[in-house]
């Protein structure tokens, strides 16, 4: 039998990149964040990610995490109990002025009350609409569609 104790050591050279956007600055302050990536990476990809997210959180903008439906069971034609996960919905909200916004279902919470009338039920959402372009291609006839997978639990 081996038995070997002790720390690991892991030797690297730490990468920093700052970006900036003075727009940014003057309306919110200037905001540090930082990552440690507990993966070796290189200076492109450091900077790359970089400007990934400045490019994505540097404007103020509200993002929805949850879209939360009570007592109704139909919303523009569309049935609230119906949709699945992975599929991709468009937001319309009239209060802050948007519509087309694009969000995949992640997840639900439904809640019925017996021998009630009311029920609800609560989706989580991720946003897709992004100013870098998105995640990815939704809808190709090559790459495939999101909204037709099939999910079990």
């Known amino acids: 039998m081996l038995k070997i104790r002790g720390t690991g050591l892991v030797k690297y050279n730490a990468t920093t990149v700052t970006v900036e956007d003075a727009a940014s600055q003057a309306l919110n302050n200037r905001q540090k964040w930082e990552l440690n990536l507990p993966i070796a990476v290189d200076g492109t990809f450091v900077q790359a990610l970089?400007?990934?997210?400045?490019?994505?959180y540097k404007d103020?903008?509200?993002?929805?995490?949850?879209?939360?439906?009570?007592?109704?069971?139909?919303?523009?034609g569309v049935n609230v109990y119906s949709l699945d996960l992975g599929q991709i919905i468009s937001i319309a909200e009239y209060q802050n002025g948007?519509?087309?916004?694009?969000?995949?279902v992640t997840g639900y919470n439904c809640v019925l009350k017996p021998g009630s009338a009311e029920h609800s039920i609560a989706y989580n959402v991720m946003k897709l609409d992004t100013p870098t372009g998105g995640y990815g291609k939704f809808d190709d006839a090559v790459l495939g569609t999101w909204d037709n997978c099939s999910f079990a639990l």
């Open 50 to 56: 970089a400007d990934y997210i400045l490019a994505e």
């Open 60 to 76: 103020s903008a509200f993002r929805y995490s949850v879209v939360d439906f009570q007592n109704l069971e139909t919303v523009g």
């Open 98 to 104: 948007v519509s087309g916004l694009k969000y995949l």
